[in-house]
């Protein structure tokens, strides 16, 4: 198993910007897939980034792309997301996904998840 952990989520206004961290188990790391994906009350959970393993390939979903930006350090068994220009769309819990393979873009694709970390965008 992988465990993953997020870090790095908070309240911010909107225009801000916050840079999440997922931390990985270190045994498969370099063979994963990572994704971010986002879900807020009530709501289908939403695709939101991907890397590839070697971090030359990465999707992002249409509602962030330009403002987000995905990226890993294998070094250090972390993916993280930086998040610019942040508005009250963007209020949801945001989850880290591995799967063993290449990128997805369904959160149904993805075999590990961390617990989340909310993300609140205020006015």
């Known amino acids: 198993q992988v465990q993953l952990v997020e870090s790095g989520g908070g309240m911010v206004q909107t225009g801000g910007s916050l840079r999440l961290s997922c931390a990985a188990s270190?045994?498969?790391?370099?063979?994963?897939?990572m994704g971010w994906f986002r879900q807020a009350p009530g709501e289908e959970r939403e695709f939101v980034a991907t890397?590839?393993?070697?971090?030359?390939?990465?999707y992002y979903g249409d509602s962030v792309k330009g403002r987000f930006t995905i990226s890993r350090d294998n070094a250090k068994n972390t993916v993280y997301l930086q998040m610019n220009r942040l508005n009250s769309e963007d209020t949801a819990v945001y989850y880290c996904?591995?799967?063993?393979?290449?990128?997805?873009?369904?959160?149904?694709?993805?075999?590990?998840w961390g617990q989340g970390t909310q993300v609140t965008v205020s006015s």
């Open positions: 890397i590839n393993w070697a971090g030359d390939l990465t």
């Open positions: 996904a591995a799967r063993t393979g290449d990128v997805r873009l369904q959160a149904t694709e993805y075999d590990f």
């Open positions: 270190g045994r498969y790391f370099l063979s994963l897939a």
